[in-house]
């Protein structure tokens, strides 16, 4: 944590690591679960690019606009349920501003539609891993 102010510019997103096969969206705590699954897909032959919007409202659909058009696959990775989330309406602007670019459906990562169990083994079952991650990045990949 730097000693001087730190903030972070509203509407301004990140690339925390360049690829050219598939864009991964993801923010807080699922950018250090993305940035884990790195290795088990480089042994793939996978390289991903590590999109973090950083702030989600106003989003940078720019950024996220040119990496889709580089990688023409994107796969979402958030830690909440599917329906009604952030990552349902980045996936609908990706699909409506970038179908052209697209040569994959965009694919999700969230919580399993349960409710959360309070069991800390159970939460990991529901929770996005590394694996459901290396899942969904080689379904869009290898379609």
């Known amino acids: 944590i730097p000693d ?8 301004v997103g990140e ?11 993801c923010w807080n705590r699922m950018v250090d679960l993305v940035s884990n699954a790195v290795e088990h897909l480089e042994k ?5 690019e590590i999109l973090d919007p950083r702030t989600l409202q106003p ?3 720019e950024l ?12 979402v990775v958030e830690e909440s349920w599917s329906f009604a989330s ?8 990706v699909q409506k ?21 309070y069991n800390e083994h159970l939460e990991e079952l529901v929770s ?7 899942s969904a990045v080689r379904e869009v990949c290898y379609l």
Not at 15 to 24: A, F, L, R, W
Not at 86 to 93: E, L, P, T, Y
Not at 97 to 116: G, I, Q, S, T, W
């Open 59 to 61: 989003l940078d659909e």
């Open 97 to 117: 501003e970038c179908f052209d670019d697209l040569d994959a459906p965009v694919a999700r990562v969230n919580l399993d539609f349960v409710p959360m169990p």
């Open 128 to 134: 996005p891993s590394v694996d459901k991650v290396c």
């Open 64 to 75: 996220i606009f040119q990496s889709v058009a580089k990688t023409h696959r994107v796969v």
């Open 4 to 11: 001087e102010e730190y903030t972070i510019p509203l509407g």
């Open 44 to 48: 793939d032959g996978i390289d991903i």
């Open 15 to 25: 690339i925390k690591k360049t690829g050219k096969d598939v864009t991964v969206i």
């Open 86 to 93: 952030v990552g349902a309406q980045i996936s609908d602007r």
